[in-house]
T-cell receptor, first 113, second 115 residues
């Protein structure tokens, strides 16, 4: 079974631009979560989508948004990029059962210049 | 406000010895805990988890201990192997049997297993 895939793997943008990241979950998984990893901050939860609805949200500004499609694929969008948005963005999927084990993709490394 | 803390940013252990990675948490609502391992350029890989109804969970060379009164958990790796060299993240969540999946992660501990 294929793992979680994320595209693109690397991205360079300039301040003020916007960016869209994509995540394809493991087949059969209906929940997709997004995390931001920065040095010194660890992984910080952005939001979770389940059945095309945002089910949970972290403490990030409204510039960070996401959506999920009917095939469970998810996209994350960051508008008006700031230098501090440079990070590794990780997507995780899980089967929506009672287990909360999340399986992570390799991440998208975003650099904002 | 760091609700999950890994106070040791790095740890070096000799091959064959025990590695002990520690994690403290402050939120009493957390009722399940997980450890992930992360290699460079890869996403975190799930290692082992424990719910708050247990104080120990074992899986091969990996054992997680939970001390609820101290709000402390630890991951023991015995024996340590060079392939265990990675960054280890402790994570916590609440609502184990529910649908919430928001995990709060620590900042990670870099483990280096030397020959």
């Amino acid at each position: 079974k294929a793992g979680v895939t994320q595209t693109p793997r690397y991205l360079i943008k300039t301040r003020g631009q916007q960016v869209t990241l994509s995540c394809s979950p493991i087949s059969g998984h209906r929940s997709v979560s997004w995390y931001q990893q920065t040095p010194g901050q660890g992984l910080q939860f952005l939001f979770e989508y389940f059945s095309e609805t945002q089910r949970n949200k972290g403490n990030f500004p409204g510039r960070f948004s996401g959506r999920q499609f009917s095939n469970s694929r998810s996209e994350m969008n960051v508008s008006t990029l700031e230098l501090g948005d440079s990070a590794l963005y990780l997507c995780a999927s899980r089967f929506s059962g009672s287990t909360d084990t999340q399986y992570f993709g390799p991440g998208t490394r975003l650099t904002v210049l | 406000d760091q609700q999950v803390k890994q106070n040791s940013p790095s740890l070096s252990v000799q091959e064959g010895r025990i590695s002990i990675l520690n994690c403290d948490y402050t939120n009493s609502m957390f009722d399940y805990f997980l450890w992930y391992k992360k290699y460079p350029a890869e996403g975190p890989t799930f290692l082992i988890s424990i719910s708050s109804i247990k104080d120990k969970n074992e899986d091969g060379r990996f054992t997680v201990f939970l001390n609820k009164s101290a709000k402390h958990l630890s991951l023991h790796i015995v024996p340590s192997q060079p392939g265990d060299s990675a960054v280890y993240f402790c994570a916590a969540g609440s609502g184990y049997t529910g649908t919430a999946s928001k995990l709060t992660f620590g900042t990670g501990t870099r483990l280096q297993v030397t020959l």
